[in-house]
């Protein structure tokens, strides 16, 4: 590889490095999950953080925000009566000028919280749909763009489900990823408790990187290598999803390219130009795992109790079915293609 790709990269992957630092200054023990957050945030991905309440996600996306210069958060809260235009703006009639002015919605922000994005009815959900795929709104026939970068993570409550609207697995699959934070361990949680008796440390956040190399941090992730040996496992480890048992409906070419594109960013943060099998593997659930609709019947002929078992169980059938290439394959090969550039 030539130096200056080479500085390139370096530059990218220490912007990446004091996101994922900055925002671990308020969110305590979690570093793997605001890594995979960065990394998604970085192949200009989309998060589903589907937790119980009181787990830091508002804290994470309030962080993400804060430790971007001149970088703006919003929050919609979802709810039954949430209408479209509350997300993305209405045109208002001022009758000073005899014209309609239009009045952006929380969603021309750089990141966004949708929090309980399934208590929202199914047309404001479409309404996000485009401004996720598109990266734009439109209202009354006018196409706007929205900010760049643009994060959305949207956050679910797996526990109570009365009054909420599930989301079609096209919106599912417009996700990067699906995560969550979980509870902090005992030590971490005190740690919490004495940092806030007298603020929220969100408060003393300051930002850590310009929007300017975010937009580096994002570009800097299709310079990454991927082996060939890997696009090919990455298809067949998609396509091996619609082949098992107990799965309705495999993932989509969206997951592979989802899958690829945040290897990628992993292994940019990792430290490494090129992506290894073990970025793939490890990525598997946190990509693929929304994307599949389950049979209901299977999780009895499984003898399983949860969602999560279940994924666990066809990702190891997946990887049975495509067994990855070795493990030094990639290395080798990005070794001789950096050579050769």
């Known amino acids: 590889m030539a130096a200056t790709a080479e500085a ?4 990218a992957r220490d912007v990446g490095r004091r996101l994922v630092a ?5 969110v ?8 995979l957050v960065v990394a998604a ?12 309440p009181g787990t ?4 994470l996306a309030r962080a993400l925000a804060a430790s971007i210069e001149g970088g703006t958060v919003q929050r919609i809260q979802g709810t039954p009566d949430l209408q479209p235009t509350d997300a993305t703006g209405l045109a208002v009639f001022d009758p000073r000028s005899r014209e309609f002015e239009f009045r952006a919605g929380p969603l021309f922000a750089n990141v966004i919280l ?3 994005i399934n208590r929202a009815m199914p047309r404001t959900q479409s309404a996000l749909l485009e401004a996720m795929a598109e990266r734009q709104v439109t209202v009354d026939g006018t196409t706007r763009p929205l900010p760049d970068p643009f994060l959305l993570l949207a956050t679910e409550n797996p526990i109570d489900l009365e009054g909420t609207f599930p989301l079609p697995e096209a919106q599912l699959d417009r996700f990067a990823i699906r995560t969550a934070l979980g509870y902090p361990d005992a030590d971490q949680e005190v740690r919490i408790l004495l940092e806030q008796r007298q603020g929220h440390p969100l408060d003393d956040l300051r930002a850590a990187v310009t929007i300017e190399e975010t937009r580096t941090l994002r570009s800097a992730v299709g310079d990454v290598y991927v082996d060939d040996l890997l696009l090919r496992w990455i298809v067949d480890l998609v396509r091996a999803t619609r082949e098992i048992e107990g799965v309705l409906l495999g993932a989509s070419v969206r997951g592979s390219l989802a899958l690829q594109r945040i290897a990628a960013a992993r292994a940019l943060l990792d430290g490494r130009d090129y992506v290894s099998p073990e970025d793939v593997s490890a990525l598997f659930l946190p990509v ?3 994307r599949l609709r389950l049979d209901p019947t299977a999780f009895a ?3 399983v109790a949860s969602r999560e078992e279940l994924l666990e169980r066809i990702r190891t059938a997946s990887l049975e079915r495509a067994p990855a290439p070795p493990a030094d394959a990639a290395a080798l090969a990005a070794t001789a293609a950096g050579g050769a550039r």
């Open 41 to 52: 945030f970085a192949a200009s991905g989309h998060v589903l953080l589907e937790d119980v």
């Open 288 to 290: 693929l795992g929304h």
């Open 301 to 303: 002929d499984a003898g």
């Open 114 to 116: 949708v929090d309980e």
């Open 8 to 11: 390139a990269l370096a530059a």
């Open 22 to 26: 900055n925002v671990e200054k308020v």
């Open 56 to 59: 830091a996600k508002t804290v």
């Open 28 to 35: 305590h023990g979690k570093h793997d999950e605001v890594a």
